[in-house]
């Protein structure tokens, strides 16, 4: 067998020779260029270890202690204590709209117009009929006081009498009637110009002239009186109904802007859309701020359980139910934690349960963010 070895070397050295003479040369050392590099950089990423991502940063809030006086916000609108809507008794064409909306009016004044040219012929047609009957009664009350004198002579039959007082009686109420008709035509042609009821301000108006109205139909609307009401919907119309004393109404714009109000009425049924019930109250001394569809806020002391305040931003939810993302001291990691939500206000949640005072809680960004997730302390607020 040790015989054979130098037989097998000559043979592995003859077919080196013939593997790399120059024309083979020519021909693997384009592919062994192209390959070397690929291979170092094989081995040069192969023995780096892969760098892990630097934790994201998150804003976050400190959770408040809870506060036992809970005050819930609602916002509403600036309406009129008392507002009117007017229109005319009658069918026909808008002549003339002598107010628009903002004027001060005053009782009495002339609103708008309805032509009137049918109602003032019926006027004519109803005195035409008055003077026509009154004749015709002055006439039978003549023949009547003939005949009475008459009777006693004899000189006419008692029949005759009787038909002279039943014509005279005739007369007198077709007479009454024309006067009852005329009566009707100056107050049909009455209706053809719209009245102020009282003194106050024009808050809409709903038809212009040359625009057919029917009778009854809202040409203008007035609010007529200088009082205020502050009108808000809300889910629930219990924490209206006990005993609360006076709210604080200011101006969603201006805060500072602020007066004290009374309940005046809760609506007895909820809106069949928005499943809201209506409640009005009314402004004490009102500013001259508050003007007629202001945007305000309405505050309303709680009595329910003590809460924590976290802002808006900061809710997400867990399987259908509120949660926030509280971020762990030791391990920085986010914990998704279902609360207890048990109001809302324009900027802050307010929450009872499922948080403790002290806790970081994630306020930016929550839709982006995965429990177990590690994240790094970024801008906090208070």
Request: charged share 20%.
């Amino acid at each position: 067998m040790m015989e054979n070895f130098p037989d097998f070397t000559d043979c592995v050295r003859q077919a080196l020779r013939h593997l790399f003479t120059a024309d083979r040369l020519r021909i693997l050392l384009p592919v062994v260029v192209v390959m070397l590099p690929a291979c170092l950089l094989l081995a040069a990423c192969g023995d780096k270890p892969e760098k892990p991502a630097p934790p994201r940063p998150v804003r976050t809030v400190m959770v408040p202690a809870p506060s036992a006086a809970k005050t819930f916000l609602q916002t509403g609108e600036i309406r009129p204590h008392d507002e009117v809507t007017l229109g005319f008794r009658l069918d026909g064409r808008l002549l003339t709209r002598s107010v628009d909306v903002g004027d001060h009016v005053v009782a009495g004044q002339v609103l708008g117009t309805l032509e009137n040219s049918t109602s003032q012929n019926q006027l004519d047609s109803a005195r035409a009929d008055l003077d026509s009957a009154r004749a015709a009664e002055q006439l039978a009350a003549l023949n009547l006081r003939r005949m009475t004198q008459l009777m006693p002579s004899g000189a006419i039959a008692r029949v005759q009498l009787d038909t002279a007082r039943a014509d005279w009686q005739a007369a007198a109420s077709r007479r009454r009637s024309s006067e009852a008709a005329l009566n009707t035509a100056r107050e049909n042609l009455s209706w053809t110009r719209l009245v102020a009821p009282a003194a106050g301000v024009v808050t809409r108006v709903s038809a212009e002239p040359g625009q057919v109205v029917s009778a009854g139909q809202t040409v203008v609307t007035l609010a007529a009186s200088s009082g205020r009401d502050a009108v808000i919907d809300v889910a629930d119309p219990q924490a209206f109904s006990r005993p609360a004393g006076r709210f604080r109404v200011s101006l969603l714009a201006d805060p500072s802007v602020s007066v004290t109000g009374t309940l005046r009425d809760i609506s007895p049924q909820a809106d069949a859309q928005t499943r809201t019930w209506r409640v009005r109250i009314t402004l004490d001394n009102p500013l001259s701020a508050m003007a007629l569809g202001a945007s305000v806020q309405v505050e309303l002391a709680g009595t329910g359980p003590a809460v924590m305040r976290l802002p808006a931003s900061a809710l997400t939810r867990m399987q259908g139910r509120p949660a926030v993302f509280v971020v762990d001291s030791a391990s920085r990691r986010l914990q998704l934690r279902p609360v207890t939500l048990v109001g809302f206000t324009t900027s802050d949640i307010l929450v009872s349960g499922g948080v403790r005072p002290g806790e970081p809680v994630v306020t930016a960004g929550v839709s982006k963010l995965r429990e177990g997730e590690v994240v790094a302390s970024g801008e906090a607020g208070e």
